[in-house]
């Protein structure tokens, strides 16, 4: 109506114009996954992986921290939690951008769709990072973000539909219920 186009013409009047998520896609070749079970939080030694290793194992993933444990010019090495298999090639897709809840739900749905067919992976996961400078958090509290700036929740969906919700956010943040 009426409002729609007086708002138009402000944000065309001071030069301001909505942007579209950026889209990124990379293959990640023999990568080393932990090996985990959908009811083992805890993981079990020489079974499976805890939440606590996967989850540090995805952020070493995600900003593409060499696994290989090799030292070089740096004083601290990584290497993929035990027990862990090698997958030949992994897919991983990032999207950067403000995004509704709803099209979060929407990818979420997507995903447990990836299992109705066989397929060779025993898990997935999607990571929602808020923003580091977000006004708030979780249940309208104000988002401590001059103190660390957490703030994101991790899936790990099984075969079996089964999953994992890891939570991460600053010190003085409230948590979900």
């Known amino acids: 109506g009426a409002e729609g186009s007086t708002l138009m013409s402000y944000f065309s009047k001071n030069q301001i114009k909505a942007l579209k998520p950026k889209i990124t896609f990379s293959t990640l070749r023999d990568l080393q996954c932990p090996v985990l079970q959908s009811n083992e939080l805890q993981g079990q030694p020489g079974e499976s992986c805890s939440t606590e290793e996967l989850f540090e194992w995805l952020g070493a993933v995600l900003n593409q921290v060499s696994l290989d444990n090799k030292s070089s010019s740096f004083l601290s090495t990584y290497c993929c939690p035990q027990p862990n298999t090698m997958v030949e090639k992994a897919f991983l897709c990032t999207v950067t951008g403000f995004i509704i809840p709803e099209k979060i739900i929407q990818l979420l749905e997507q995903l447990c769709c990836y299992f109705n067919e066989p397929k060779l992976a025993s898990w997935l996961t999607l990571t929602v990072h ?48």
């Not at 923003?131 to 509290?141: G, I, L, N, T």
């Not at 079996?160 to 939570?167: C, E, G, T």
Request: hydrophobic letters at 35%; glycine letters at 10%; one cysteine or more.
């Open 130 to 177: 808020g923003f580091a400078d977000s006004p708030v958090s979780w249940r309208e509290s104000e988002h401590g973000f001059h103190k660390g700036g957490e703030n994101l929740y991790n899936f790990v969906i099984f075969r079996n539909l089964d999953y994992w919700l890891q939570m991460a956010v600053g010190t003085y943040d409230d948590c979900p219920p």
